[in-house]
Nanobody, 119 residues
Framework: QVQVTESGGGLVEAGDSLRLSCRAS????????TGWFRQAPGKEREFVAG????????SYTESVKGRFTISRDKTWTTVYLQMNSLKPEDTAVYYC????????????WGQGTQVTVSS
């Protein structure tokens, strides 16, 4: 069974930065489309950012463009979400999700990491 693990969440103040990390128990993690989602209390889970295979194309939800950056490390074992200029409305549980090769659905999910931004 594939395990997806997020880390890096925490409590910060508005304007601060955080970097989330995602690892998966996949031999070829770099070959899998990977995304970050978030869910705030009382709201539906939403897509935040995604990255294609290898150093592939990236995409972002409008509200985080220019502030968040998704990337892979050079060994392709970790996907990062660099979050700058954090706002209280970024407060949520952040989840990493991975697609199987050739899939268009988000097949593997982590347990999530809490990000709290105080004003």
């Amino acid at each position: 069974q594939v395990q997806v693990t997020e880390s890096g969440g925490g409590l910060v103040e508005a304007g601060d930065s955080l970097r989330l990390s995602c690892r998966a128990s996949l031999r070829t993690f770099g070959s899998h489309v990977t995304g970050w989602f978030r869910q705030a209390p009382g709201k539906e889970r939403e897509f935040v950012a995604g990255i294609g295979r290898s150093a592939g194309a990236t995409s972002y939800t409008e509200s985080v463009k220019g502030r968040f950056t998704i990337s892979r490390d050079k060994t392709w074992t970790t996907v990062y979400l660099q979050m700058n200029s954090l706002k209280p409305e970024d407060t949520a549980v952040y989840y990493c999700a991975v697609q199987r090769v050739g899939s268009t659905t988000w097949d593997y999910w982590g347990q999530g990491t809490q990000v709290t931004v105080s004003s």
